[in-house]
C-alpha cells in the first residue's frame, strides 16, 4: 500500500501540488479565523443565554422535522428518478435540483409565492380552510428548511439506487419475496450508507439555511429565528455569542462529516 | 445641542467657502472634473435611492471617477470599516454609529448632519386592517422592524415607547435591514412595519404610509464623515461638498428627506 502512494506521488506534477495546498489553505484559513474569535471562556454561557440557546433549541427541532419531510418524500421520488424510465425524466431531474443552485433568498420569495397568506397561490386558502399560516411560524421554517434540503437527499439517495447491483434484487424475486420485502431485505440494506449520507447532508443543509428562512418565516425570536438567523443579528449586538453560535454550527457539521465518513467505510467493507 | 450647533456653524461656513470659490472660479465643474481613480460609499440602506442618484450626478461632473456605492444597515457598515474594509465616506442613519467610528479612530473628523428622516407606519396597499395609529399597531398579528440594534429598529423602539404601545416580541419579525423590513409587509405576511418616511414613499407602489404625529415620532439625524486612512481624501472630500451642496439638498429633497 505505501509503496503505490509513493510511486503516485513522484508521477505528480508540482503545479498540483501546490494547487492542492493553496485550495487546502483557502478553505482552511476561514475557519481558523473563526477558531481564533471564538472566546472559549465564555462560550457555554454565551450558547446558553436567552437568544442564542432558543434559537440552537428551534434550529434543532426544525431541521429535524425537514429532514423527515425530505426523507418521506424524497425516498419515493428519488426511486423514480433512478428506477423508472420515463419521458422528461432529466427534465424532472433538473427541477427538483433547482433548489440546490437556487439563491435561497429567491427560493423564499418563490415559497412566500406559493403560501403566502395575503398573496400566495394556495396560502390563503390554507389559512381559510385550516387556519394555517405557515409565514412567522416554526412550521414555515420547517417547510423552508426541507424545501432547500430536500435535493441533497434525492441526490444521495438517487445515486446509491443506481449504483445496488439489480442482480442480488432479481435473486431476491426469483427466491420468492414479495415486492416491499424485497425493499425492506435487500434494497434498503444495500441503499442505507447512501440513505444515511443524504440524510446526514439534508439536515446539515436545513441546520444551515439562512435566505429561504428569513424571506419566508420571518426573523422572530424563540419562534423562527434559528440559529443561522441569530448569528447574523448577534453579529452587531453581541459578536461573542455570534462567534459561539457559529462554533457550535461548525462542529455540527464537522460532526455529520465524520459520520458519513464511516458510513462509506462501512460501504467498502 | 451645543454640538449640532456648531455642526450647522461648520456646514453653513463649508456651503460659504464653496459657494465663494464657485465665484472666483470661472468653472466650478472644470475643477472637480480633475477628480481620477474610485470612490468608495458606504451608506445606510434607507439612502439606497438618494445616494444612487447623488452618486450618479456626481460622476455626470467627474468623468474620470469610479464611484462604488456600499450599502447596508449602519451597525453592519460600522462593523466593516473597523474590520479594514476600504472604503472612503460614510454616511449612517443616525450619529452614534459614526461616533463609533471616531471612537475606533476610523473617522477624525465631526461628522456633519446632512440630512434628516422621521418615521412613519406601512400597512398592505388598501390598509386592509385600517391601521390608523401606533396605537393600533398592537392589535395586529405580526410586525415587521429592523433589529434591536440597527437606527431604524432603534427609532422604533423610541416610537412605540412614545406612543406608549408594548409590542410582544413574538409578534415581531426583525428584516436585516429597512429594505427587508418594508418587504416582510410588501411582499409577506407581515400586517404593518414602522420604517423611514423615505422608504415608505419610495415604496409606494407596495405599501400606504401613515403618518405618525411629531409628538411620537423622531428625527432621525443622518451623518456623513470622510473614512481616516483612505486612498482618496480628496475624493471623499469633494463628494461630503457635494452632498451639503445646495444641488444635494435637492436630490435628498426629492426623496422625502428634511432639512438637515
Known amino acids: 500500500m505505501s509503496t503505490k502512494k509513493r510511486r503516485v506521488g513522484a508521477e505528480t506534477p508540482a503545479f498540483v501540488w501546490v494547487g492542492a495546498s493553496c485550495a487546502l489553505l483557502f478553505l482552511l484559513l476561514p475557519l481558523v479565523g473563526l477558531l481564533k474569535r471564538v472566546a472559549w471562556s465564555g462560550i457555554f454561557g454565551s450558547v446558553t443565554s436567552g437568544p442564542a440557546s432558543e434559537a440552537l433549541r428551534l434550529s434543532l427541532i426544525t431541521s429535524v422535522f425537514a429532514t423527515m419531510i425530505a426523507l418521506v418524500l424524497g425516498l419515493p421520488l428519488a426511486w423514480v428518478l433512478a428506477r423508472i424510465e420515463f419521458r422528461g425524466r432529466s427534465m424532472v431531474r433538473a427541477l427538483v435540483m433547482l433548489p440546490m443552485v437556487l439563491p435561497p433568498v429567491v427560493g423564499g420569495v418563490a415559497l412566500l409565492g406559493a403560501y403566502g397568506k395575503s398573496n400566495g397561490l394556495i396560502g390563503g386558502w390554507l389559512f381559510d380552510v385550516f387556519g394555517l399560516q405557515l409565514t412567522f411560524s416554526p412550521l414555515g421554517v420547517v417547510i423552508a428548511e426541507a424545501f432547500v434540503a430536500l435535493p441533497f437527499l434525492v441526490m444521495a439517495v438517487e445515486s446509491g439506487l443506481r449504483s445496488i447491483d439489480p442482480r442480488f434484487e432479481e435473486s431476491a424475486a426469483t427466491m420468492g419475496l414479495g415486492p416491499s420485502e424485497r425493499f425492506w431485505k435487500v434494497t434498503f440494506r444495500l441503499l442505507a450508507p447512501s440513505l444515511i449520507a443524504g440524510v446526514a447532508v439534508a439536515w446539515a443543509r436545513a441546520l444551515g439555511e439562512f435566505g429561504a428562512t428569513i424571506t419566508f418565516a420571518g426573523n422572530i425570536e424563540g419562534r423562527t429565528q434559528t440559529t443561522p438567523l441569530a448569528v447574523y443579528l448577534l453579529l452587531e449586538s453581541d459578536p461573542e455569542a455570534a462567534y459561539a453560535l457559529s462554533f457550535v454550527l461548525l462542529a455540527v457539521c464537522v460532526a455529520v462529516l465524520v459520520a458519513m465518513r464511516g458510513s462509506w467505510m462501512g460501504r467498502r467493507s | ?260
Not at chain 2, 43 to 72: E, I, P, W
Not at chain 2, 90 to 108: H, I, P, Q, Y
Open chain 2, 1 to 260: 445641542m451645543k454640538r449640532f450647533g456648531l455642526m450647522i456653524a461648520v456646514t453653513v461656513l463649508a456651503s460659504l467657502v464653496s459657494l465663494m470659490t464657485g465665484i472666483t472660479h470661472a468653472s466650478p465643474i472644470a475643477e472637480v472634473s480633475k477628480l481620477q481613480g474610485d470612490l468608495t460609499i458606504s451608506a445606510a440602506t434607507s439612502l439606497t435611492d438618494a445616494f444612487t442618484v447623488l452618486a450618479k450626478q456626481f460622476r455626470k461632473v467627474n468623468k474620470g471617477l469610479k464611484v462604488h456605492l456600499n450599502f447596508g444597515s449602519s451597525s453592519t457598515l460600522v462593523a466593516q470599516i473597523q474590520s479594514g474594509a476600504p472604503s472612503d465616506v460614510m454616511a449612517s442613519a443616525d450619529l452614534t454609529n459614526l461616533e463609533k467610528l471616531v471612537a475606533s479612530g476610523n473617522v477624525v473628523v465631526t461628522p456633519k448632519v446632512f440630512a434628516r428622516n422621521t418615521m412613519a407606519i406601512a400597512v398592505k396597499l388598501g390598509n386592509p386592517k385600517s391601521v390608523r395609529s401606533v396605537t393600533d399597531l398592537a392589535s395586529l398579528s405580526f410586525i415587521a422592524l429592523c433589529g434591536k440594534t440597527v437606527p431604524c429598529g432603534v427609532y422604533a423602539a423610541s416610537v412605540l415607547t412614545r406612543a406608549g404601545v408594548v409590542i410582544a416580541e413574538t409578534k415581531v419579525t426583525r428584516g436585516i435591514d429597512v429594505k427587508a423590513t418594508l418587504s416582510a409587509v410588501a411582499n409577506g405576511d407581515a400586517d404593518a412595519a414602522i420604517v423611514y418616511k423615505t422608504d415608505v414613499l419610495a415604496a409606494k407602489k407596495t405599501v400606504v404610509g401613515i403618518d405618525i404625529p411629531s409628538a411620537q415620532n423622531v428625527k432621525a439625524m443622518y451623518g456623513i464623515a470622510p473614512i481616516q486612512g483612505s486612498k482618496n481624501p480628496a475624493n471623499a472630500k469633494a463628494f461630503i461638498d457635494f452632498v451639503l451642496s445646495e444641488q444635494g439638498w435637492q436630490i435628498l429633497k426629492s426623496f422625502g428627506f428634511e432639512r438637515r
